[in-house]
């Protein structure tokens, strides 16, 4: 007797129904666990409102400007700043060298 011979059609009419309520995110939210005493049902959590959805979009928002900012600043640090600290640091270098090979071989 093989497996498919084993299943019963109830069995895949199950599997059907609870396919289709999978499907559908509206049943899934109003759902309720039944049997289990510990437990509460869906439906009685709260779901976020379009206020705190906005809420949460324009957390996401200041977010990526947040890091946008901080790449500009970056990029600000290696292109301008740290080419004229180096080349400060560079010039009072070379005098200072230039200064000791002057006092000691003139």
Not at 20 to 40: Q, R
Not at 41 to 66: C, V
């Amino acid at each position: 007797m093989s497996i498919v011979d084993q299943l019963n059609v109830s069995d895949f009419s199950q599997v059907a129904q609870d396919a289709s309520i999978l499907a559908d995110p509206i049943s899934i939210a109003t759902m309720d666990v039944e049997g289990d005493e510990g437990y509460t049902s869906s439906s009685e959590y709260e779901y976020d409102t379009d206020d705190s959805l906005e809420h949460e979009l324009a957390l996401i928002n200041a977010q990526l400007q947040w890091e946008e900012s901080v790449s500009q600043l970056k990029l600000l640090l290696n292109i301008v700043i740290l080419p004229v600290i180096g080349k400060a640091i560079g010039r009072k270098l070379a005098g200072f060298i230039w200064r000791k090979m002057w006092d000691l071989f003139y």
